[in-house]
């Protein structure tokens, strides 16, 4: 398929055809989701019906920007999904794909290690019920032998209607509805390579038939687009942890690790776990996210200022307790952090 221009899509579809959602756009079937936001973001600067600059009384004019504005809408609802879109471009034939093509979906972990998944191929086939002619009826008990004749209870058809009575001509099948032929399903596993490409065709054995991969986004980790078998993931820190750093468990690819974030870690800053990546063949980035401390409602704040005077023995008390957790915790953070230097420096 041809890619348009932007300008190309302000011109009427004069040919007859149905535009596709990449026409509309008028963006390629190769276009990427950065391409499409901005194509989207330009029309409707132009198209959107608050920015239409038109003789507010050509109402015919006001429509057309109105029913453009809304198409516009729908491609890019479309186009700016992955899952939706691959489901457009299966069925249009577009970008390699084709309409028989069978979706199957793998999570980001399934991806990178391969696995083993089923796919099921729809098919028609012929009816048993009525032999794929697609009428009804079923067969008559009373013509079991020949006679002089016509079986006065079919009147020489061989079969009544589904009713049990006189077989009507327009009269069709129950179980394929006239059709002549019913759905029904190929089954075969299909072997999902490592780390397969973003819509990669996997042939179905016993079939001449694809399987189109999907991977599912992950809300955990994001591949990287400098290497690719680097993976990035965020690690969230309340605003005392970063203050204080520590030791922090972290999920990867390949297991749980921990990694040791310095006191006074601002939001944003990266560690990087080596050989943590896709096949170990890459590393695995940690962004640290610091979340905004929680907010203090003005009346919870005015009502422990009223009984602070009543709490105070008590407040003392646990004073106390919570210094002597704290400088257990220190104590045990220095230890870790003693370890963890050793081995460091051991290696």
Do not use: W
Not at 21 to 44: H, N, T
Not at 135 to 161: D, E, M, W, Y
Not at 168 to 192: L, T
Request: glycine fraction near 8%; charge should be negative.
């Amino acid at each position: 398929m041809a890619a348009r221009t932007a300008r190309d899509t302000d011109e009427n579809n004069t040919n007859g055809e149905e535009e596709s959602c990449y026409d509309i756009l008028g963006v390629s079937p190769q276009a990427s989701e950065k391409e499409i936001r901005k194509a989207y973001r330009l029309l409707a600067l132009k198209y959107h019906p608050d920015k239409y600059r038109g003789p507010s009384d050509d109402e015919k004019k006001k429509a057309d920007v109105a029913k453009k504005f809304a198409s516009m809408t729908v491609a890019f609802d479309c186009l700016s999904d992955p899952l939706k879109r691959l489901k457009y471009d299966r069925e249009n034939a577009v970008n390699g794909l084709e309409k028989s093509d069978v979706l199957i979906n793998v999570t980001f972990k399934e991806s990178i290690n391969g696995c083993t998944k089923l796919a099921m191929v729809p098919f028609k086939t012929v009816c048993v019920k009525c032999n794929g002619t697609g009428k009804g009826g079923v067969a008559c008990a009373n013509c079991t032998v020949l006679t002089r004749g016509s079986c006065r209870t079919c009147f020489g058809k061989g079969v009544l209607g589904n009713n049990g009575g006189t077989m009507n001509e327009d009269e069709i099948c129950k179980k394929c509805k006239g059709i002549g032929a019913v759905d029904d399903f190929f089954q075969n596993r299909v072997e999902v390579p490592k780390n397969p490409k973003q819509n990669q065709r996997v042939k179905i054995q016993g079939r001449e038939t694809y399987a189109v991969i999907y991977t599912m986004p992950s809300k955990k980790f994001r591949k990287c687009h400098s290497n690719e078998h680097d993976v990035r993931t965020t690690l969230q820190l309340t605003a005392l942890e970063a203050k204080e750093g520590g030791f922090f468990e972290v999920e990867t690819l390949h297991g749980k690790e921990t990694v040791y974030v310095e006191d006074g870690t601002e939001d944003g800053a990266e560690k990087i776990l080596e050989k943590q990546g896709i096949e170990k063949k890459g590393n695995q980035i940690v962004s640290i996210e610091v979340l905004p401390p929680p907010v203090v409602e003005e009346d919870k704040e005015e009502e422990g200022n009223e009984e602070e005077g009543e709490e105070k023995g008590g407040e003392k008390r646990k004073a106390d307790l919570e210094e002597e957790e704290e400088e257990d915790v220190q104590k045990l953070l220095a230890e870790k952090k003693r370890k963890l230097l050793e081995k460091l420096n051991s290696s």
